[in-house]
């Protein structure tokens, strides 16, 4: 099986940062910087370079410092499971705990209107999808920044089917509110060269969307047990609601429950985290630009961790 994993160099001092396992991918002309990762995507597809791996993906300067692993863990990760369409490395494993889902997350970060905007703009493009149904998404369908590898058969489905008809709509199909809420900068809680709108964010929460919605895909997610969810965590006040309330989540995913108690629960889980979110990183912006920082923030040992799960019932 040939592999590629590219690493994407944005910036000319992301040349000298690339991390074990990866290859450098150049893209410093970058020329148009508010699509982020998505116009290399697009790049990568068009030019035809995705039939030439078996699996192909490109990641970010910053995977190593999110998601606690480098290309080699991919490597070896893939290789010992062959025969799925895409893999996907989730590096915020504990979101599972702590928003019932992505489009949620969106609208406890960056706007309470994220999910109907991102709706219309499906229904304009022509994506049949209704996001008001999405239910809680485990672990096995959540993933977060684009860190995925996949087969010529999946480049070619997702981008055609998703990626592209977005990237191609203009201010004319979508109208000047989706066209602004799509490439008008807002306020980001990390730390970026440059701003952008919601349409990266969008695409991002795309992929859990389409990998749920299309059965025949055969999809791999890279193992979260607890104790990766743990060390994934970013803030304290995340690490405590997994350890009071992970129990009670992982309990409901296996009764499939969907009931009014589950709603409750995220709906002030989402607008707690999502609060703590933006209030830390105004502060403390986060780069993971080749290295894990979150031992360096001063909030990092200021808790103990619950040393007892609480037992909530539905």
């Given amino acids: ?8 160099c944005i910036e000319p001092q992301h040349r000298n940062m690339i991390q074990k396992g990866f290859d450098a991918f150049d893209f410093c002309h970058n ?8 116009q290399i995507f ?6 035809g370079e995705y039939k030439k791996s078996d699996i192909l993906g490109a990641v970010s300067i910053r995977f190593q410092g999110k998601s606690l692993l480098d290309g080699d863990d991919v490597r070896a990760w893939i290789g010992e499971n062959p025969g799925y369409d895409v893999y996907v490395v989730n590096p915020y494993p504990q979101f599972v705990y702590t928003h019932k889902n992505l489009w949620q997350f969106s609208e406890s970060t960056r706007d309470p209107d994220f999910t109907r905007k991102s709706q219309a703009v499906f229904d304009k493009v022509g994506i049949k999808v209704d996001l008001a149904r999405t239910g809680h ?8 920044c684009s860190y995925w590898f996949g087969s010529p058969a999946f480049w070619s489905a997702y981008m055609e089917d998703v990626v592209l008809p977005v990237l191609d709509a203009g201010r004319d199909l979508l109208g000047d509110d989706l066209y602004n ?3 008008e900068p807002q306020f980001y809680y990390g730390r970026a060269i440059r701003s952008c709108g919601s349409l990266p964010f969008l695409l991002e929460r795309s992929l859990s969307m389409y990998i749920a919605n299309s059965p ?19 803030f304290n006040f995340e690490k405590e609601l997994v350890h009071l309330f992970g129990d009670m989540i992982d309990r409901w995913d296996a009764e499939n429950y969907q009931g009014e108690a589950m709603e409750d629960y995220f709906a002030m889980a989402s607008r707690m985290c999502g609060a703590g979110w933006r209030l830390y990183f105004k ?3 986060i780069s993971f630009e080749a290295e894990d920082v979150r031992s360096s923030k001063p909030w990092h040992d200021c808790l103990s961790p619950p040393r007892r799960n609480l037992q909530a019932t539905k």
């Avoid at 020329?31 to 998505?38: D, G």
């Avoid at 998404?137 to 977060?144: E, G, P, R």
């Avoid at 025949?216 to 970013?234: D, N, Q, T, W, Y």
């Fill in 137 to 144: 998404q485990t672990a096995d369908v959540l993933s977060t």
């Fill in 283 to 285: 502060y403390h912006p």
């Fill in 216 to 234: 025949g895909i055969k999809s791999k997610f890279f193992p979260a047990p607890r104790e990766r969810v743990l060390a994934c965590c970013l």
């Fill in 31 to 38: 020329p148009r910087p508010e699509l982020r990762e998505f």
């Fill in 1 to 8: 099986m040939k592999l590629t994993l590219l690493q994407n």
């Fill in 42 to 47: 697009k790049e990568l597809f068009e030019s």
């Fill in 181 to 183: 809420f799509l490439y």
